[in-house]
């Protein structure tokens, strides 16, 4: 380096640096959780509109014996795993950005948490009982 050019300076600390995390301490892991969800929602989501599709109009017994079969089961569930942990990884970020308060931004990421989890199983029930024919 040359007496003219400046060193390069950075914000980051130096356990920053050495971890590589931002100011999240998350990295990019987020990021791809949130793309490989978004992926697997696409993938699934025109076998879940026929699905959709087949059940209008049926009665409960009807939409359990659609529901009966495995496949269609499990592209459901995958679908709704894939949508509530997508659904809490997009408000997360969200409540981190835009919260500033952190006892308030605490209990927000924690009602996301337990929001998120009511929903899939919530879903997960409803899938598993129609199916059941229960």
């Known amino acids: 380096m040359s007496t003219t050019e400046t060193p390069k300076r ?21 990021f791809w959780r949130q793309r490989l969800t978004g992926v697997a929602m696409t993938l699934l989501m025109l076998p879940v509109i026929v699905v959709v599709m087949m059940l209008l ?29 997508h659904m809490k990884i997009g408000m997360q970020v969200v409540i981190e950005d835009y919260v500033h308060n952190e006892k308030l931004k605490l209990v927000a990421v924690m009602l996301n948490n337990f929001f998120s989890i009511a929903v899939a199983l919530a879903s997960t029930y409803a899938i598993l009982k129609l199916s059941s024919g229960v």
């Open 10 to 30: 950075s914000m980051r600390t130096p356990l920053g640096r050495v971890r590589n995390l931002g100011a999240a301490h998350s990295g990019t892991s987020d």
């Open 57 to 85: 109009g049926r009665n409960q017994a009807g939409a359990a014996q659609i529901l009966g079969s495995l496949p269609i089961a499990l592209i459901l569930l995958l679908f709704i795993f894939a949508s509530a942990w």
